[in-house]
Nanobody, 126 residues
Framework: QVQVMESGGGEVQTGGSLRLSCVAS???????????MGWFRQAPGKEREGVAT?????????TYADSAKGRFTISRDNAKNTLYLQMNSLKPEDTAMYYC???????????????WGKGTLVTISS
């Protein structure tokens, strides 16, 4: 079982930066570093979409949505059970609720996740 909680959302102007954090609590004999992790977002009136994922362990292979490539960076600190999303050059279209998620397995298979946080709101003003 993995419980996750996001933080770091807020309102910034176009072109600004934000860093989202997600702290995980892992029970049932597993460890944080054994789980694929990811960030997702849902804008008003739109479906939830995957933003970025990172595989388990130290190697941490990553994938990004086209909208995030070159601007967002996903990373994880396994010693702190924490996932990050560094977002730069933010645009109004990045406005959304951002969710942290974890998969049961180590390797991320697309954007299929099993455990979800409640989200943190990011608002980009023009």
């Amino acid at each position: 079982q993995v419980q996750v909680m996001e933080s770091g959302g807020g309102e910034v102007q176009t072109g600004g930066s934000l860093r989202l954090s997600c702290v995980a609590s892992v029970t049932g004999g597993s460890r944080y570093d054994k789980h694929c992790m990811g960030w997702f977002r849902q804008a008003p009136g739109k479906e939830r979409e995957g933003v970025a994922t990172i595989n388990a362990y130290g190697g941490g292979g990553t994938t990004y949505a086209d909208s995030a490539k070159g601007r967002f960076t996903i990373s994880r600190d396994n010693a702190k059970n924490t996932l990050y999303l560094q977002m730069n050059s933010l645009k109004p279209e990045d406005t959304a609720m951002y969710y942290c998620a974890a998969a049961r397995g180590a390797r991320c298979g697309g954007y299929n996740m099993d455990y979800w946080g409640k989200g943190t709101l990011v608002t980009i003003s023009s």
